[in-house]
């Protein structure tokens, strides 16, 4: 057999199937990640609300408030040594009605009753003092101090590259095609080449009922994409808002949020949407004019600030409401199916959980003696950045400030940016006002040779 051997084959590189991978290589596992995109995050996992939850709503005693209170801890424990960044908002959950006034005192036990015990009640006078630009209608709120907000790339990016630099194997442009169990062993077949691994963990993502039906033969459960629109306001709004602003959440969703990004921004978002269509993720005007009124209801000051981008993202959801995970002990089989909407934080978490239950299959496993943590570059704005640093600072974004030497490490380094959306997620090139206008030309001479797809200049707006 000349097939590369591996213990464990993740499928997926996006938030979970990196830290899946990164847990194993830290347990001793032989990894190979195998992503059908060009770069890690191609799928959910490139579009999302980035809020570091926890848990205070989740459901009670459900695998999914236990992986993100554990995801949550892992976060802060290693957030230092990986140069991750957390700015501490805090959250607020605000009340615009009687009826939803009401709802606060179910929720503040609730919090309790899931651990988060900081939880307290604001009355409408203490609300606008904490926040004196949110509408004067507001009925009261609830404050919940270890609400944060991170950089929704450079974490995964982080759990990757500690997995690479500690000798897994990441393939890019490789789906896998095909695998069936022969003995102790998945025999694998990707578009780039043939693998054996002791055992599978499916975190594809929008495709996880898809995997898991190409190798179990059916799949245990089904996905229904559920899209997500955002609204980007310029930098200048992120003065009017200090904590994140949560409604009171509705059965289905977390409802729209208004939150500063790490990046200097405030965002208004996202829709809950259905939709058949896994791999689009599009954004319409009615939705976003509808995202944009209600952000000025909310912050009225925000009826003139100007909008910078809009994006979407589809959350992996499924036909019921917990996560779906799935070990088939006897066929090396683990699935991280129907991450929704709280993946990011939740991943360290889940990862865990994952090695803890497929570690039986996996005996002989013994953690190596030294661990290699190489800090990400750092992107958020209350934080230093590059440009900020003595030395040759040739900025080459002038929107993100971005400098030719962040870009340049972006493309080499343990995990290099291997397309557009990659390098953007990496240094924030081209995500600014002019989005690529001004810097267009230099990042495709800069970036020349590096990515597998060349980059034409027409084909700048349409990655995100
Ligand atoms: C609108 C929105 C807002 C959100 N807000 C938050 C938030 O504020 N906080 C929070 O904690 N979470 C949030 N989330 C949730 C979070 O983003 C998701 O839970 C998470 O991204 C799901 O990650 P994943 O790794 O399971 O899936 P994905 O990111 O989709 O990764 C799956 C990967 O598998 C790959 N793949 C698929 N099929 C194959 C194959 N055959 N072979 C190889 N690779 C394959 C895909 O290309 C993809 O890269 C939000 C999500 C959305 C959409």
Redesign the pocket.
Known sequence: MSEPAFDVAV???????CAVARRFVLGGARVLL????ADL?????K???????TGFDAPGGSLELACMQRGYAEYMQIAQALNLPVLETGALVAAWSDQEFERLAQLHAQASDNGVHDVQRLDRAEMLAREPHIAPSVRGGLLVPGEHVIDPWSAPLAYLRQAVENGGRAVFD???LAGRRVGAQWRLHSARGHFRARCVVN?????GDR?EAMLLGQASFQIKPRK?QFVVFDKSASALLRSILLPVPGEHSKGIVLTRTVFGNLLV??TAEEQEDRSRATVERAALQRLIDKAGQLLPALRTMPVTAVYA????ASEKKEYRLHLQADAGYFA?GG????????ALGLAAHVFDRLRPCLPDLAPPDRVLCSPVPNLAEHRERDWEKPGDNDIVCHCERVTRREIEAALTGPVPALDLGGLKRRTRVCMGRCQGFHCAARVAELSAGHFHAPLALATLDRHG
């Open positions: 499928i997926g590189a996006g938030v979970v199937g195998l992503e059908k995109g995050l191609s799928g959910a996992s579009a999302n609300s980035a809020i570091l939850h490789a789906p896998l975190c594809a993502g929008l495709w995997v997500g978002g996202p993202g589809l959350r992996p991280v991450i929704r909407s709280t993946g990011l934080t939740a």
